[in-house]
């Protein structure tokens, strides 16, 4: 039996009912994980032409979770960034894409950017969820085109973000 998106919402409802902070979190890395591994659920995520590269498919009333896909049509590089006060789950559908870790050094003050510094890089491939903290700094780069499931703890379109550039 195939997952579907209102299941999905569900689910994370559920696990962040029980627990909003970082166990509830993890349980929420699990289930997208579960979701990118239904063929029927990634056809009804990713069936339609995409009509821009970010797309909110559900954002919960009443938690604030925001459940989105992503479609990169070719190479695509993010600097540096954290996701303000919420966290994110990048749940990796097609594709594969590098993410770099990084540390702040200097946090912004003055109207200045943050400064940080890359501590990690590693692949995030087909099936495979990562979950960022409130605050963790990372940076994606795809090669080519990728797909990919974000939930986001709250959505971000609507919060302002830690400005932060690399350290020379």
Partial sequence: ?????????????????????PAGQEKVRLLTEKALRDTDFMAACFGV???????????????????????????KDS????????WAIYGQAEGETDMTDWRIVTP????KPGRVEKTRTYRLT???AHLYLAGDVHAPYRAGPTKLIRIE??????ISRTPLEAAA
């Fill in 1 to 21: 039996m195939s997952y579907t998106l209102h299941e999905f919402a569900a689910d994370i409802r559920a696990a962040l009912t029980a627990d909003p902070g």
């Fill in 126 to 128: 087909p099936g495979v």
């Fill in 153 to 158: 703890g709250k959505n971000t379109d609507k």
């Fill in 108 to 111: 912004p003050s003055g109207g």
């Fill in 79 to 86: 600097g540096p960034h954290d996701h303000g006060p919420t």
């Fill in 49 to 75: 032409p995409a009509p821009k590269e970010r797309e909110v498919l559900y954002e919960d009333a009443d938690l604030g979770f925001a459940i989105c896909r992503h479609v990169y049509t070719g190479a």
